[in-house]
């Protein structure tokens, strides 16, 4: 069983810096894909950031140029860099990891505020 735990949430004023961390535990080796999801409320979720083991790269139109998805291996962490953040950036933001065979795994989520 793989588990995902999110931490580095928190209040930030607009065009301040924050960044998510994504603990993995488990055995990750047979995770290929992994990323980042938001749900603002009232809203459907969106697809932040998304990479693959093969070097495929995805952010989404609202976050490109701003975010930054990464992987530390050592630590077996994700990573998601937010600069310039926007008041429309808040929302839970949920990591996720897509396995072998199917299986995805998800982080608790973290609530991010973007307000001054």
């Known amino acids: 069983q793989v588990q995902l735990v999110e931490s580095g949430g928190g209040l930030v004023q607009p065009g301040g810096s924050l960044t998510l961390s994504c603990a993995a535990s488990?055995?990750?080796?047979?995770?290929?894909?992994w990323g980042w999801v938001r749900q603002a409320p009232g809203e459907q979720r969106e697809l932040v950031a998304s990479?693959?083991?093969?070097?495929?790269?995805h952010y989404a139109d609202s976050v490109q140029g701003r975010f930054s998805s990464s992987r530390d291996n050592t630590k077996n962490t994700l990573l998601l860099q937010m600069n310039s953040l926007k008041p429309e950036d808040t929302a839970v933001y949920y990591c996720?990891?897509?396995?072998?065979?199917?299986?995805?795994?998800w982080g608790q989520g973290t609530q991010v505020t973007v307000s001054s």
């Open positions: 996720f990891l897509g396995c072998f065979e199917n299986n995805d795994y």
């Open positions: 488990g055995n990750t080796s047979n995770c290929y894909t």
């Open positions: 990479e693959s083991n093969s070097g495929y790269v």
